[in-house]
């Protein structure tokens, strides 16, 4: 609240003190722009001060429940791999897939899979036109609708139905994510376990901060819908592109409960390109400004205050793409032509906007309780304001829009894309240069008296900070070009691959760990070198049994390794069985998505940030192995063989690894990599187990039993030349100046390397 008090006095200072008359339009301009970003923060603050999180009740078994799958013309593999896993869900319900593709082969498959196939004449109003026909033709009392490329887990369905007991509630929505993090919108740091993803603001913060207002609305996917509720409001409403928001306003204005279930119940595809995050979010903006136009929030009847407030900032959010323009184009109008929006004296401006500037960033990072990321926030600020801007038109729109849905599969980055940033980028940079040009000429003006004036310094700065993040526009959008049509999943499985000749066996299994894993193919990392062409089986232990793959190397890769080569070959799969590549995708999706989220945090708030650094300066010297590793425990002087497991991380105080049962700390243990040099014993630290719907595995930390020995580097110094040599990367030397190894140093967060238990 301090910062918003003072975010007030600094635009009633603007509009009262520092307007430039002599240029009126680029001063308004600017100021009007500051004062959206006022209003802006004030929705954002009444949203997020406080979020409501909530603990689902017990569902009732007697309750019976449609899945609609919408779909149009996705590919059959990603229909397939959904379809899969909906079956699976573990509540009795009816599954249907609403195929407006009308594609006979996703028909035949619906039928093979055992599940209800529904095909309507036309397309009439897309995707609401599609739901509304579907419920027509369907009874459940309930219904989760899912978007064609949502996974549910199993147990989706127990823990959102348990709700319903409010006989008031029309909805529970639960929050989108996503499995390919290596798509347009996610930010991943391996290092640091930090995953970051565009709409993560929206579900960790905004929609519980809706919830509260009784003002969480259905997102069109991983929601629950009381059919009732539906058919009362005719269905879902079909006046805008937007057809989940639209009909959950009018829900709400009858009087009917919505709720926000936090936890994460299924994964779908993130946009993987420039080009398919711009086709998404145009025609969430354009529903917006439709909404906005025919049906105001504000004016809208049966709403509660609260609920116009809430609406509203989530239809207004899309006009921020004029606002991110003003401010990319003011440093360009002052270098141009030496203009400044503001009428006096430096200090008295700096005095105000530093304080202005630091409160904002530290009251958003500390209201979005580390989902904000304020850098990465900005990039995505910069990404979209061009789009936001097209939106706009959805505002003037007397024809219906078209419902475009967000592409999948391989696709290129049109330059269109990444035009109106490299425009910025380049604006940003001639203008800066014209300035020093027309400076150092006496062409311009720039109010500096001869020096380097203040107002110079800071639209430098200023401009210098809109070019950056430009460019990093361009060049992620660049590099977001879809390869591959499937996404392979990271899954790092040990296992024993044996080269094939003619289809036998030619020699004896070398140890490997998969690397990545889908239903068309894997990689998988090894000490020996395999040329391509080579055929090969790889038994993948999965958690639901063993698959045997036979498939051929296309390619191989040489890694960096502290330990010697290791190489990664890629392989594709031969004809596989059905019930292989179903069993593979089953684990996929209810084992390793899951699973591979336990690894990395989500949020961290900036003070918490700070802390993990200082109180945790061993994190950046750990290393990546995952490599096979065959592990011996000593409990009271027996020894146990625990078989083969993964030896994920190391460092020189100690190893992370994962095996198939759990091993009480204090007990000794012995691991050895095949291949390698790597070796140890130690003295088990912590076993936590790792639970996804299918599976459990335990990741344990060991901490090597040589004690540590402080200036070691003084005795080396003087030591002889013959007792420094010989000593290898893990050997007892090196692991004996390692600082102590606990919890901290052996991160105990969870992985998404697994083995079959």
């Known amino acids: 609240m301090v910062a918003y008090a003072y975010a007030a006095y600094w635009i009633y200072w603007r509009w009262t003190s520092s307007l430039n008359w002599d240029h009126p339009i680029f001063s308004l301009t600017l100021v009007v722009a500051e004062t959206f970003g006022l209003m802006s923060m004030a929705l954002f603050i009444f949203t997020a001060w406080r979020l409501l999180h909530r603990e689902p009740p017990r569902a009732r078994d007697d309750l019976t429940v449609d899945v609609f799958i919408t779909c149009l013309d996705e590919p059959l593999q990603l229909l397939r791999r959904t379809v899969i896993g909906t079956r699976a869900i573990r509540y009795p319900h009816s599954t249907w897939l609403l195929d407006d593709g009308k594609r006979d082969d996703v028909k035949d498959m619906c039928a093979e899979l055992g599940v209800g ?43 959102m139905l348990g709700y319903f007991d409010d006989p008031a509630l029309a909805f529970v929505q639960s929050p989108q994510d996503f499995y390919n993090t290596d798509s347009f919108t996610h930010v991943v740091n391996d290092e640091g376990r930090e995953l970051w993803e565009e709409n993560r603001l929206f579900f960790r913060l905004i929609q519980p901060g809706k919830d509260r207002l009784n003002a969480s609305f259905f997102c069109g996917s991983c929601g629950v819908l009381r059919r009732a509720a539906f058919e009362e409001i005719g269905g879902f409403s079909t006046q805008t592109v937007t057809e989940d928001m639209e009909t959950s306003m009018l829900l709400h204005a009858r009087g009917w409960r919505s709720c926000y279930h936090g936890e994460t119940l299924a994964y779908g595809l993130a946009p993987a390109s420039a080009a398919q995050y711009h086709v998404q979010r145009l025609r969430w903006g354009q529903g917006a400004m439709q909404m906005l136009r025919k049906m105001n929030p504000l004016f809208f009847e049966g709403l509660s205050w609260q609920q116009r407030l809430s609406y509203f900032s989530s239809v207004i959010v899309y006009i921020d793409g004029i606002q991110r323009l003003i401010f990319y184009l003011a440093p360009v109008f002052f270098f141009l032509f030496g203009v400044l929006p503001v009428h006096v004296p430096n200090r008295e401006l700096l005095l105000r906007l530093v304080p202005y500037l630091l409160l904002t960033i530290t009251s958003f990072e500390l209201l979005s309780r580390g989902t904000g990321y304020i850098l990465i926030s900005e990039r995505y600020n910069m990404t979209r304001f061009w789009t936001y801007i097209r939106a706009t038109s959805g505002y003037f729109a007397r024809k219906p829009l078209r419902f475009n849905v ?64 430009a460019m990093y526009v361009v060049r992620h959008s660049i590099r977001s070009r879809q390869m591959r049509a499937d996404y392979r999943f990271a899954h790092r499985l040990p296992t024993l691959a044996t080269v094939l000749v003619n289809g036998s066996r030619f020699e004896e299994a070398i140890p490997t760990t998969t690397e990545d894993v889908n239903a068309s193919g894997l990689s998988f990392r090894s000490t020996r070198m395999l040329e391509p062409g080579t055929e090969v089986e790889l038994p993948l232990p999965l958690a639901s049994g063993t698959v045997i793959t036979r498939g051929v190397i296309t390619h191989r890769t040489p890694i960096r390794s502290l330990h010697g080569d290791v190489y990664l070959h890629g392989v594709a799969f031969g004809d596989l069985s059905p019930g292989a590549r179903d069993a593979i995708e089953l684990t996929l999706a209810h084992h390793a998505i899951p699973l591979s989220r336990q690894l990395y945090r989500d949020s961290m708030d900036v003070i918490a940030a700070a802390l993990q650094r200082f109180i945790n300066p061993r994190a950046g010297r750990r290393h990546v192995v995952a490599l096979p590793v065959f592990v011996t425990v000593l409990i009271d002087g027996e020894e146990t063989r625990m078989g083969m497991g993964l030896l994920e991380e190391e460092s020189r105080g100690g190893v992370r690894l994962v095996l198939e049962q759990p091993v009480q700390p204090g007990a000794t243990m012995q691991w050895e990599v095949p291949d390698t040099n790597i070796a ?20 344990v930390g060991v901490q090597r039993e040589i004690p540590q020995r402080r200036f070691l580097w003084l005795r080396r110094l003087f030591a002889a030349p013959e007792s420094r040599r010989g000593v290898d990367s893990t050997g007892d030397d090196q692991a004996s100046d390692a600082l102590p190894v606990g919890a901290a140093s052996l991160d105990e967060g969870a992985t998404a390397l697994h083995i079959r238990r």
Do not use: M
């Open 117 to 159: 196939y529904i095909r309507r004449d036309g397309c009439e109003d897309a995707k609401a036109g599609n739901l509304n026909h579907a419920l027509a033709v369907t009874s459940g009392q309930f219904v989760l609708q899912l978007d064609a490329d949502h996974v549910p887990l199993p147990n989706i369905l127990d823990r």
């Open 680 to 699: 140890g014993r130690g003295v088990v630290v912590f076993s936590r187990s790792l639970e996804s719907p299918l599976h459990v595995s335990f990741v």
């Open 406 to 469: 967000t592409p999948k599969g391989t696709g290129d980055v049109p330059f269109a894309t990444y035009a109106p940033q490299l425009a910025i980028a380049v604006l940003s940079a001639g203008a800066f240069a014209w300035a020093l040009v027309a400076r150092h000429a006496g062409w311009v003006h720039y109010h500096d008296g001869g020096g380097v004036s203040t107002a110079f310094v800071v639209n430098g700065a200023w401009v210098a900070w809109n070019f950056s993040f």
